[in-house]
Structure formats: structure tokens, C-alpha cells
């Protein structure tokens, strides 16, 4: 565990019960949505990877527009 991670819980240990469950909640839910959100990519790298690579060689080949940014 690191300095702050410690630091952090060390913090919590100092609130109410009802504030650290409140704060475990919250860290338990980013952890699982981080989770969703690497097995959601993890089906698409490869797709994505043939993507970009059509990308730049269209680029190359010049049949790009570049982008009108207002």
C-alpha cells in the first residue's frame, strides 16, 4: 500500500461510521467501473487497432479533409 493510500485511510479511520461506509462505496464502485471499463475495451483493441491503421494510411495517401475546429 502507498504513503497516500495510507494517509487516505488513516483520514477515514477518523469519520463517522456511516462517512467511511459512505467513502468505501464510492471506491468500491470506481474500482468496479474501471473493471467494466477494461474488459469493455479489451473486446474492442484489436478493432480500434485496425481503425487507426486504416486511418493513417488514408492519411498518407492523402483522402483525409483535415477537421474544421471553431
Known amino acids: 500500500m502507498t504513503k497516500l493510500l495510507k494517509k487516505a485511510i ?14 468505501a462505496t464510492m471506491i468500491l464502485e470506481e474500482l468496479a ?3 467494466r471499463w477494461e474488459q ?3 473486446h474492442s483493441k484489436k478493432q480500434l ?3 487507426a491503421k486504416e486511418a493513417l494510411e488514408e492519411s498518407k495517401a492523402g483522402r483525409t479533409k483535415p477537421l474544421l475546429m471553431k
Do not use: C, G, N, P
Not at 488513516?10 to 467513502?23: F, H, N, P, V
Open 49 to 51: 487497432s485496425i481503425l
Open 40 to 42: 469493455s475495451f479489451a
Open 10 to 23: 488513516a483520514a477515514t479511520e477518523k469519520l463517522s461510521e456511516a462517512e467511511q461506509d459512505t467513502i
Open 33 to 35: 467501473d474501471d473493471e
